[in-house]
């Protein structure tokens, strides 16, 4: 069982539809990411909470939104994707930021219509 | 920043055999070097991880893995492999002084029987 928990395990949407992606750990981490991961690709990084604030976005668009309310939880907020949005989105939690391993959470499969 | 090369995309072993994974990494100052298994389907589970100390590291699943400053490397192995360890495989290295840790492209595994 992993210790990361997203909601919800898939999603199907359209292109003018409103939605959040959920993600809970339980573990005490004060940091969380998201990920987005393309079929037979690794996972690439999306954006960075520490402490509950947002210390990297990775040029990402503007229809993707995070929001960290508090230290164990971690939304995504999709409005109006692409296609090319369709993919695995991952969310992992560590200790802190730097060097410590993170934990995985099984992921969102999203499908954009 | 720092990056990973994994030579091999797919590689093939029988069930019973010895498996080595080969990771490369490139960063200036000591690495944090970690593992992780992907199944279909899954998020990433962390194998095991170099911080300091003994080079040879001992992880989850009767998995090891090898820094090797010299070379640059921190390979993955096994000797013998069952069939549920068929899957993706990501090297990964981060860094003290930036907040994200870059993945290899990854190696499928394929186990005959």
């Known amino acids: 069982d992993t210790e990361v928990t997203q909601t919800p395990k898939h999603l199907v949407m359209g292109m003018t539809n409103k939605k959040s992606l959920k993600c809970e750990q339980h573990?005490?981490?004060?940091?969380m990411y998201w990920y987005k991961q393309k079929a037979k690709k690794p996972p690439e990084l999306m954006f960075v909470y520490s402490y509950e604030k947002l210390s990297i976005n990775e040029s990402v668009p503007s229809r993707f939104s995070p929001e960290c309310p508090n230290s164990s939880l971690l939304n995504l907020h999709l409005h109006a994707l692409q296609p090319e949005d369709s993919a695995l989105y991952l969310c992992a939690s560590s200790q802190w930021t730097g060097n410590q391993p993170q934990h995985f959470g099984d992921g969102t499969r999203l499908s954009i219509l | 920043a720092q990056s990973v090369t994994q030579p091999d995309i797919h590689i093939t072993v029988s069930e019973g055999a010895s498996l080595e994974l080969r990771c490369n990494y490139s960063y200036g100052a000591t690495p944090y070097l970690f593992w992780y298994v992907q199944s279909p389907g899954q998020g990433l589970q962390l194998l095991l991880k170099y911080f300091s100390g003994d080079t040879l590291v001992q992880g989850i699943k009767g998995f090891e893995a090898e820094f090797k400053r010299s070379q640059s490397s921190f390979n993955l192995r096994k000797p013998s492999v069952h069939w549920s360890d068929a899957a993706e495989y990501f090297c990964?290295?981060?860094?003290?002084?930036?907040?994200?840790?870059?993945f290899g492209a990854g190696t499928r595994l394929t186990v005959k029987p």
């Open positions: 990964a290295v981060g860094a003290d002084n930036n907040n994200d840790m870059r």
């Open positions: 573990m005490g981490h004060r940091a």
